[in-house]
């Protein structure tokens, strides 16, 4: 059972193709009928995640079964694959069995197989919706195979810049590229250069009103904006108010501000890039008591403007590495070799709130390690 699962989790590296092309021979090749579904495609920087985790609960919440295909993962591969709750680790490795022949011969990276196996597994149950989260940017990206019946864009910032653009203008470019002829793109984007992309290239975008009085479990500002949009997204499915009230309240999801420990407070958070620290800073102002920010980055992602922007709000910000080749190094501030020796230090020096963030991967394995602590 591992064995497959580590197969599928080391194919990093795939196809020298564009991903969409790919995904749709594949389908064709495979029978496998992904036009039957109902599609919630939605894409941004910052937020899809949260975004797709509150549109799924609402709808939930109104009587549908919902499945859901995010990314990354924060404890375990099947997080990505749900409905309702994540897929069983044994149903996962059935799929990756019976559909191995497929992955191999195409080449497919671990994106694009958890992908194939969350449609085969969602057409299997028969799911009312599927809330489909990009990858990275939209146009070329595996999901944009699928015709939605709505979308979603939460915002545009810098990231994947190599990929995607080197200004908001061109990522918007490729965030907008998921907009399928009259099919309708919500937005809680607020820029007005980014909204003219939007505008040029679909005629379908609705500019969303952020509200803040939505009752969340998952804390922040941003967080508000993130259900504003999903609010939006699934009246339009013809969600009433108050079961968009109830969705919004019962959603959660792990690595988000979650609280892992009581004493001391130990928060985690996957804020993974630039922007996403901008979203997080507001929150932790507004903590009783000054929180250490232990930042272990990707060296791939802008740290040094993680680091930055952490240190010009005022607080005290440690680095620490973490079991990945794409841990970042710096010298800028006191740095860990490992989250045991950071968490050790935070605790002698007396800090009562401590938050660990800047990765997804990062956030996986100190929730690990603190819990054994």
Excluded at 77 to 83: K, N, Q
Excluded at 100 to 110: A, S
Excluded at 243 to 249: E, M, V
Aim: charged share 20%.
């Amino acid at each position: 059972m591992q064995d497959l699962i580590q197969f599928v989790m080391s194919q990093r590296n795939g196809h020298d193709g564009i991903a969409v092309e790919r995904m749709e021979e594949l389908f064709t090749a495979a029978k496998v009928r992904y036009q039957d579904l109902r599609y919630v495609h939605i894409t941004g920087t910052n937020g899809k995640g949260s975004t797709a985790a509150f549109v799924s609960s609402i709808l939930t919440e109104a009587g549908y079964k919902v499945g859901t295909f995010s990314s990354p993962h924060v404890i375990s591969m099947t997080e990505r694959i749900a409905i309702g709750k994540p897929i069983s680790e044994a149903r996962l490795t059935e799929l990756i069995a019976d559909n191995l022949d497929f992955i191999k011969e195409y080449r497919l990276t671990f994106f694009e197989i958890t992908f194939l196996l969350a449609i085969i597994w969602f057409l299997e149950e028969a799911v009312d919706y599927a809330v489909i989260e990009v990858g990275i940017g939209g146009r070329y990206d595996a999901t944009n195979v699928i015709m939605p019946v709505v979308c979603g864009i939460t915002n545009v910032g810098l990231d994947h810049q190599g990929v995607l653009g080197d200004t908001k203008e061109e990522i918007a470019v490729q965030k907008i590229g998921i907009a399928k002829g009259d099919v309708p793109v919500f937005t809680t984007e607020e820029q007005e250069s980014v909204l003219a992309v939007f505008h040029q290239y679909s005629n379908a975008v609705v500019e969303v009103p952020i509200s803040r009085g939505w009752e969340l479990q998952l804390v922040g500002d941003f967080q508000q904006k993130n259900a504003s949009l999903a609010a939006a997204m699934t009246a339009y499915l013809g969600i009433d108010d108050a079961t968009i009230r109830s969705g919004l309240a019962k959603t959660f999801l792990p690595g988000r501000m979650q609280l892992i420990r009581i004493q001391p407070q130990v928060y985690v958070d996957v804020a993974h890039n630039g922007s996403a620290i901008e979203q997080t800073i507001p929150f932790l102002k507004q903590l009783p008591e000054a929180p250490l920010i232990v930042l272990g980055a990707n060296k791939q992602k802008d740290y040094l403007r993680m680091l930055s922007l952490l240190k010009q709000a005022g607080f005290t910000v440690i680095g620490c590495h973490f079991n990945d080749v794409k841990s970042a190094v710096f010298d800028e501030v006191p740095y860990f070799d490992d989250i045991e020796t950071a968490f050790s230090w935070a605790q002698t020096q007396g800090w009562q709130t401590i938050i660990f963030t800047g990765s997804f991967y990062f956030i996986d394995e100190v929730i690990e390690k603190i819990s054994q602590i």
